[in-house]
């Protein structure tokens, strides 16, 4: 395997340390802003619903209903806090594509998102993946951001992520909660693992004589993401995989001829039930709350990540194995 790197761009950090501990130290937390998460009308809709149902239950039949409805609710909430978080499922999927290069057919890729190291039961999930990338034997591991969940927890990531490694290389790009808590550390840490961070750059990477070009943006919410300038020197026509934490890009990076985008950031919506759809949307998510999408001629995935608010209802936690097939 042969691999150049090329950066080309130099985004403004929050934080100015040289050394995880500093930048830990000198890490923030971004206040909740009105509009950050969007909850769904139709589970606001679907409660006001139900809270009027159960109101004329009770009226109709007493205090039984009262402990049905209550026994169901139990079961309900205590399934969605305390069982599903702690549930992670390994995805396959499949994409075809008609400019994969022959050489590059069967190229499988696992791809992690949303670890939030620092959340309730995320090590556990985390370790579990990373378990699944080691049995899988990926050629190539991508990091779609999100890795930390509270400032302490940066410490922990080299110990947790040093073990995890693909023939292509591990690659990573930061998400928001990792400018809210030290994007410096984590860098370092990923560093002492041999990872990169790729913030609006890109790596030539070849397998088998093919060749993948791999880019990484910038996190939108709290970064300076650069797709252009992640894209300077790669060729037009070569086969392009960006790594984008928030998926609402899709469109632009279509128009550059990207061909497969993965992303994350959206948890998946949390909680997703037939008809109601996603409980719950961060800004920069548009449509693609999770699962694969097709933008012009870009396929789009978006994991439902690993960890975040510990509440999950038809949402399992998911690591993925990715597998790219040529059209024909």
């Given at each position: 395997?042969?691999?150049?790197?090329?950066?080309?761009?130099?985004?403004?950090?929050?934080?100015?340390?040289?050394?995880?501990?500093?930048?830990?130290?000198?890490?923030?937390?971004?206040?909740?802003?009105?509009?950050?998460?969007?909850?769904?009308?139709?589970?606001?809709?679907?409660?006001?619903?139900?809270?009027?149902?159960?109101?004329?239950?009770?009226?109709?039949?007493?205090?039984?209903?009262?402990?049905?409805?209550?026994?169901?609710?139990?079961?309900?909430?205590?399934?969605?806090?305390?069982?599903?978080?702690?549930?992670?499922?390994?995805?396959?999927?499949?994409?075809?594509?008609?400019?994969?290069?022959?050489?590059?057919?069967?190229?499988?890729?696992?791809?992690?998102?949303?670890?939030?190291?620092?959340?309730?039961?995320?090590?556990?999930?985390?370790?579990?993946?990373?378990?699944?990338?080691?049995?899988?034997?990926?050629?190539?591991?991508?990091?779609?951001?999100?890795?930390?969940?509270?400032?302490?927890?940066?410490?922990?990531?080299?110990?947790?992520?040093?073990?995890?490694?693909?023939?292509?290389?591990?690659?990573?790009?930061?998400?928001?909660?990792?400018?809210?808590?030290?994007?410096?550390?984590?860098?370092?840490?990923?560093?002492?693992?041999?990872?990169?961070?790729?913030?609006?750059?890109?790596?030539?990477?070849?397998?088998?004589?093919?060749?993948?070009?791999?880019?990484?943006?910038?996190?939108?919410?709290?970064?300076?993401?650069?797709?252009?300038?992640?894209?300077?020197?790669?060729?037009?026509?070569?086969?392009?995989?960006?790594?984008?934490?928030?998926?609402?890009?899709?469109?632009?990076?279509?128009?550059?001829?990207?061909?497969?985008q993965l992303s994350g950031h959206t948890h998946g919506g949390h909680m997703r039930l037939p008809l109601l759809g996603p409980f719950a949307t961060p800004r920069y998510t548009d449509a693609y709350v999770g699962g694969r999408y097709q933008v012009g001629q870009l396929w789009?995935?978006?994991?439902?990540?690993?960890?975040?608010?510990?509440?999950?209802?038809?949402?399992?936690?998911?690591?993925?194995?990715?597998?790219?097939?040529?059209?024909?």
């Open positions: 395997m042969a691999e150049t790197s090329r950066k080309t761009s130099h985004p403004s950090y929050h934080d100015s340390a040289a050394s995880a501990p500093q930048a830990f130290a000198g890490s923030r937390r971004k206040p909740n802003v009105p509009g950050d998460v969007v909850i769904s009308c139709r589970w606001l809709a679907a409660g006001g619903i139900g809270a009027l149902a159960g109101a004329l239950l009770v009226l109709a039949f007493g205090w039984p209903a009262v402990a049905l409805l209550g026994a169901l609710a139990a079961l309900a909430g205590g399934y969605a806090m305390l069982v599903e978080p702690y549930l992670p499922v390994l995805t396959r999927q499949t994409f075809v594509l008609p400019d994969l290069p022959a050489a590059l057919d069967g190229l499988r890729i696992g791809h992690l998102s949303d670890a939030h190291i620092g959340a309730r039961g995320a090590e556990q999930n985390l370790r579990w993946a990373i378990a699944q990338m080691r049995r899988e034997q990926p050629e190539l591991v991508a990091f779609t951001g999100d890795f930390i969940h509270e400032p302490p927890t940066v410490h922990l990531v080299s110990g947790l992520l040093r073990d995890l490694s693909a023939p292509l290389g591990v690659y990573a790009i930061p998400g928001n909660h990792d400018y809210w808590e030290s994007v410096t550390a984590l860098r370092v840490a990923l560093g002492d693992c041999g990872i990169p961070l790729l913030m609006n750059e890109h790596r030539r990477i070849t397998w088998r004589g093919g060749e993948l070009w791999l880019v990484g943006t910038d996190d939108v919410w709290d970064g300076t993401p650069d797709l252009d300038a992640a894209l300077a020197g790669v060729p037009a026509d070569g086969f392009k995989l960006l790594l984008a934490h928030t998926p609402h890009d899709a469109p632009a990076a279509a128009s550059r001829g990207v061909a497969l789009l995935y978006v994991s439902r990540g690993l960890s975040g608010m510990g509440i999950r209802l038809g949402c399992r936690p998911e690591a993925t194995i990715i597998t790219l097939r040529r059209a024909g």
